[in-house]
């Protein structure tokens, strides 16, 4: 019996020794009371209570967390009532403060946020509130960093996550932006067109410079062409008028190899004037120092005949 007894005392001095080890995992931390009053704040490890006489009141996590509170009514500067509604990212930085500062810290956190959002609201008109989301979210995380501070908790980001104004608002602001996308629409149209103009205008303009090139390029081609042609003509004539002298100067220079006398020279003479008159004139005249010649007082007429048989 008495070994019953003891046994059972064992167990019982290893249950309370049990329940007296705590290991505290990491990004916690663990609130001891002695006897009712805080006794210290454990962190990560191993850690031994006294029994009975101490207990752990809170377990805290350290990580960031994230609470999203319903949509709170709110009317801004110029009478328009809206919903918004809020997400608030925080952390426990004290974890003494956050198991005694508070009751509820949530509900403690969600209700600020509503009296915060309903006065920075109040000072907005209906169009900043649209447009001054991240203004809103600064003043809010500053406020409630702040207020939270006594708490043990840090406020790191404060978030609009939905502005809902009433349905009226909603439909005029949904006509407001049609109206706007079709402004933009007309003025992108208008600039197409007018782009489109000017670069048909100077596709115009680059044709008509590029047939004046051409009209000018072809009229010189033409000028050139027409410049060699007279200039191979003028130096044909020039070419026959040089083998026609040559010619002469060869029939010349024959004649005076031949021995010819004065008379057969003058009778040459009388030849080419005979050529010359090509039988179209009647009379010719001869100069004096070939009148003296006997028989040679003809009419050019005459010595045409006379040379044609001859021929």
Do not use: C
């Not at 020794?17 to 009371?33: C, D, F, G, K």
């Not at 915060?116 to 500053?142: C, K, P, V, W």
């Not at 120092?289 to 044609?308: F, N, P």
């Amino acid at each position: 019996m008495s070994a019953f007894i003891l046994i059972v005392i064992l167990v019982i001095v290893l249950l309370v020794l049990m329940t007296s080890i705590r290991i505290v995992p990491q990004a916690h931390a663990y609130v001891l009371e002695r006897l009712g009053g805080y006794r210290a704040t454990w962190s990560v490890g191993l850690h031994f209570k006294v029994p009975i006489i101490e207990k752990v009141a809170r377990k805290v996590s350290l990580k960031e967390q994230v609470v999203d509170f319903e949509p709170q009514a709110v009317i801004t500067k110029d009478n328009v009532t809206m919903q918004i509604d809020t997400i608030v990212f925080f952390a426990i930085t004290d974890p003494k403060l956050y198991a005694y500062g508070v009751e509820n810290p949530i509900t403690a956190i969600e209700n600020l946020t509503a009296t915060t959002l309903r006065n920075i609201i109040g000072d907005l008109e209906l169009d900043e509130t649209l447009t001054s989301r991240e203004a809103i979210n600064s003043q809010m995380r500053t406020s409630l960093d702040i207020a939270t501070d006594p708490w043990g908790i840090k406020v790191k980001r404060v978030e609009l996550k939905n502005i809902m104004p009433p349905k009226a608002i909603q439909d005029a602001m949904e006509k407001q932006m049609k109206a706007e996308r079709e402004r933009r629409e007309a003025i992108l149209r208008a600039e197409g067109e007018k782009k489109s103009t000017i670069l048909v205008a100077e596709g115009q303009k680059e044709s008509v410079i590029l047939e004046a090139e051409a009209s000018k390029q072809a009229a010189i081609l033409k000028a050139e062409a027409e410049k060699q042609k007279r200039i191979r003509e003028a130096e044909g004539q020039a070419e026959a008028i040089r083998s026609v002298q040559k010619a002469t100067a060869d029939g010349i220079e024959f004649v005076k190899s031949a021995g010819a006398d004065d008379a057969v020279l003058t009778l040459k003479s009388l030849e080419a004037f005979a050529r010359a008159a090509d039988g179209k004139a009647t009379k010719i005249i001869i100069p004096s120092e070939l009148q003296g010649i006997a028989g040679l007082t003809k009419t050019i007429s005459e010595v045409a005949q006379h040379e044609k048989p001859e021929a």
